[in-house]
């Protein structure tokens, strides 16, 4: 999607962005090549590390800082603050949300905006009963399939990830991963928001 586009359906101005659990960086250095000024911050090293490479491939000046969400040190520095992926469904405590998003309200320049994406527990629950299997990647290098569990009663969803990759000619190498998240409640979310200062809306869909 157009990041600018987004931000001018939404009449939100600023260049200076943080982008929080930035990952191997795709949407930083996207931002970048479109004249955003940008940091990002993520807890992997090994997700900063392809970060740092893919900016440096791209050729775009982005600041990669190895950070915890809940422990952002930034005050009034950025214009914008994103967080997309599901990643502040990750934090499966509601204490470290509300910690997360107090951070980032610091790291905001007086009406600066916050844009980030969540599951709600709704969310989690409609994509586990797509399954019991579902596809998520299917190309001629990637296979990606995933399960899904939720257990309504903590409201966490777990995510049993396997990975095909072709490595070369038909040798592929199979990768396992488990991923925890929380759903929300639409009102936790709002009332974490609203411990922080915020003003906030809901979208479904940003454009």
């Known amino acids: 999607k157009n990041f600018a586009k ?24 996207e931002i970048a090549k479109q004249g955003f000024e940008v940091v990002g911050v993520d807890l992997s090293p090994e997700m900063l590390k392809f ?5 440096e491939r791209e050729n775009v000046p982005v600041v990669f800082l190895k950070m915890d969400m809940r422990d952002l040190s930034f005050q009034e520095e950025f214009d914008i603050v994103t967080c997309w992926f599901d990643s502040l469904n990750y934090l499966l405590d509601y204490d470290d949300l509300k910690r997360t998003f107090k951070g980032v309200w610091n790291a905001l320049k007086p009406g600066g905006h916050f844009l980030f994406d969540m599951n709600t527990i709704y969310g989690l629950f ?3 009963q797509e399954g019991p299997v579902y596809i998520q990647q299917d190309s001629s290098n990637v296979f990606e399939v995933q399960d899904i569990e939720f257990d309504l009663e903590d409201s966490i969803a777990t995510f049993y990830v396997t990975v095909f990759e072709r490595k070369e000619g038909n040798l592929w190498e199979r990768f396992d991963e488990i991923h925890r998240e929380r759903g929300y409640k639409i009102k936790e979310i709002a009332s974490a928001l609203r411990e922080a200062d915020f003003i906030f809306s809901f979208y479904d869909d940003l454009l």
């Open 126 to 128: 409609m994509a586990s």
């Open 6 to 29: 987004i931000l001018e359906n939404f009449h939100i101005r600023g260049k200076k962005v943080l982008d929080v659990a930035c990952g191997e960086g795709t949407f930083a250095v």
């Open 51 to 55: 970060a740092v490479e893919r900016a």
